[in-house]
């Protein structure tokens, strides 16, 4: 059976390996992004492209009016939101309401858009990080409620045979996550945590978003999978070879973060 699956944010790294891994299924795949060129440059080899904001209610109306029933909805749209200037407090309150806005509230509007149109077998999966767990500030944070929201979404629709789930990722390259700023230390030590010793890939989530909306991970819902694990430290452990409580004071980083 041929199935029809929808990506938000699914014109660039893991939105759009989760998209190519479908199509090489001769699934029909819908993609989501923001750019008008990058959205037609994906369709032209993947499938049909929407231009959408999925942190906008009224855009995320308009994808549901041209989009039928859906057997996959994959939460891809997400990423760190930009720095705003302006007062500090004003700011602060900014970056959080916009990471937030990116990382939870668009999947909150794109799955409230499509849920009576979820028919029994099908799944909803969002792409969530392991930065919920460690030092990722208000995007963290967001990733957190994620899981948070999707444990309660299964309860709901777990019911009408409907899988919810969430992929925790972990330390993955090929993306434009890091927006430049990864440097050749802080990948080796990222990796250096790792318990595989080497970075993850857009196709390892793309592969693992697959099988959780497959028939064979039809009794797995409600969970949020880490992709790829890590030595965790103690927040007053520090870094190894830092003293005691050192990392209790220690400003969170962009890098700190995974997606």
């Known amino acids: 059976m041929i199935r029809s699956v929808l990506v938000t944010g699914g014109t660039s790294g893991i939105g759009r390996a989760i998209a190519a891994r479908f199509a090489a299924d001769q699934e029909k795949v819908v993609v989501t992004g923001r ?11 993947l499938g049909v492209g929407v231009v959408c904001d999925a942190t906008d209610p009224g855009q995320v109306a308009a994808l549901q009016d041209r989009t039928g029933s859906l057997d996959v909805l ?5 990423g760190l939101a930009s720095g705003p200037d302006g007062p500090p407090l004003e700011a602060l309150a900014a970056q959080w309401r916009a990471d ?62 409907i899988t919810c789930n969430v992929i925790a990722a972990g330390y993955v390259t090929g993306t434009a996550f890091f927006q430049g700023r990864m440097t050749e230390e802080r990948h080796t030590a990222l990796v250096a945590e790792t318990h ?12 693992t978003a697959h099988f959780l909306t497959s028939p064979g991970a039809r009794h797995i819902t409600g969970q949020t999978p880490a992709r790829q694990r890590r030595r965790l430290h103690h927040t007053l452990s520090g870094r190894p070879g830092e003293p005691p409580g050192s ?13």
Request: hydrophobic share 45%; with cysteine; net charge neutral.
């Open 196 to 207: 595989d010793k080497r970075p993850g890939t857009p196709d390892d989530i793309a592969e």
């Open 100 to 161: 937030l806005e990116l990382n939870l509230l668009s999947a909150v509007l794109t799955t409230g858009a499509f849920r009576d149109r979820l028919p029994p077998g099908s799944a909803v999966l969002s792409i969530g990080s392991l930065g919920a767990e460690r030092r990722g500030g208000s995007y963290g944070a967001a990733k957190a409620a994620l899981a948070a929201w999707n444990a309660s979404l299964s309860a709901e629709l777990a019911p009408h045979a």
């Open 247 to 259: 990392a209790a004071v220690r400003p969170c980083c962009p890098d700190e973060v995974r997606v």
């Open 35 to 45: 750019r008008a060129e990058t959205v037609a440059r994906t369709a032209s080899e």
């Open 74 to 78: 994959v939460n891809a749209a997400g």
